[in-house]
């Protein structure tokens, strides 16, 4: 299974290399409703995930599901728009394959985002939130199986799975723009399920910040093969039982729809820094 599963990590990574020569150094993968962020590069080639042998393709609102290949802030970047989940029935290996991919074409630092529900019920909605440290609940470690020795150790350290140097890099871009964020724990779930009110409660108490359905195993699978990682959560809603509202998808859209250019700002401001920390 590992051949055959690395060998298609490499059919696809030179598919891409087929459509272009493109040479990124940060990979920055879009969440739920934040796809507009990519009008802000400078493109230079797009690859639709659909034109790639092997690789998924997200059934979800809000994905568009495709690279852009180009440059923000003169850095060269590769973004990821939409993404694949677990829930949607993929196995494990195949949701984080667009971010080996992405290490196989040569990136450095992943920078992933995503929506989240918020655990703090102080917490205003919408708001950004770094990701300082993580947990995976109720899903698979995508690095479990025969390890792949060509991508990384089979016990990797995962003490500083989100760069310190670079979280650091995001608060201070943030100040520089006059803009509050939080930082905090992020929850991955297997979804699609919204979390009950006691799952919410739980995940509080034991200190969680956020909680969603994708990020933590791609992070996992970067760092395994020696990338930098940071990421950022957009807080899209309260968890269940915060509020008296019911949780839709909508809404998560709709959070992304109203913090777009605020959330646009800070990754157009920060990949530049972060290139060079």
Do not use: W
């Not at 993968?29 to 690789?55: C, H, N, Q, R, W």
């Not at 630092?109 to 939130?129: E, R, V, Y």
């Not at 998560?252 to 990754?267: K, N, P, T, Y």
Request: glycine share 12%; proline share 7%.
């Amino acid at each position: 299974m590992a051949n055959e599963y690395y060998e298609k990590l490499i059919r696809c990574r030179d598919a891409v290399r087929a459509k272009t020569d493109f040479q990124p150094r940060i990979g920055l993968t879009l969440g739920s409703g934040l796809g507009p962020v990519a009008e802000t590069m400078d493109i230079v080639a797009t690859v639709d995930y659909k034109d790639l042998p092997g690789f998924p393709v997200s059934t979800v609102p809000g994905h568009a599901g495709r690279f852009l290949f180009g440059y923000i802030g003169g850095v060269p970047v590769v973004c990821m728009q939409g993404r694949v989940h677990y829930y949607e029935g993929f196995d494990i290996h195949d949701v984080v394959l667009p971010a080996r991919v992405m290490g196989l074409l040569g990136i450095k630092t992943l920078f992933l985002t995503n929506a989240a529900g918020g655990l703090d019920p102080k917490m205003d909605i919408p708001s950004l939130m770094v990701i300082r440290d993580q947990m995976m609940f109720n899903l698979p470690n995508p690095l479990m199986g025969p390890n792949l020795d060509e991508l990384g150790p089979r016990f990797p350290d995962m003490s500083d799975i989100y760069d310190p140097a670079l979280r650091k890099v995001l608060h201070e871009t943030a100040a520089k723009l006059g803009q509050k964020l939080e930082e905090g724990v992020y929850i991955q779930l297997s979804g699609p399920s919204f979390e009950t009110p006691f799952e919410v409660r739980y995940f509080g108490s034991i200190g969680g910040g956020a909680v969603g359905m994708s990020t933590a195993c791609e992070a996992v699978a970067a760092r395994h093969m020696g990338l930098r990682v940071c990421g950022i959560s957009c807080i899209a809603n309260l968890g269940a039982g915060l509020t008296d509202a019911p949780l839709c998808h909508e809404e998560v859209m709709a959070a992304g729809d109203a913090i777009a250019e605020r959330f646009s700002a800070l990754v157009t401001a920060a990949i530049p820094a972060i290139d060079k920390a």
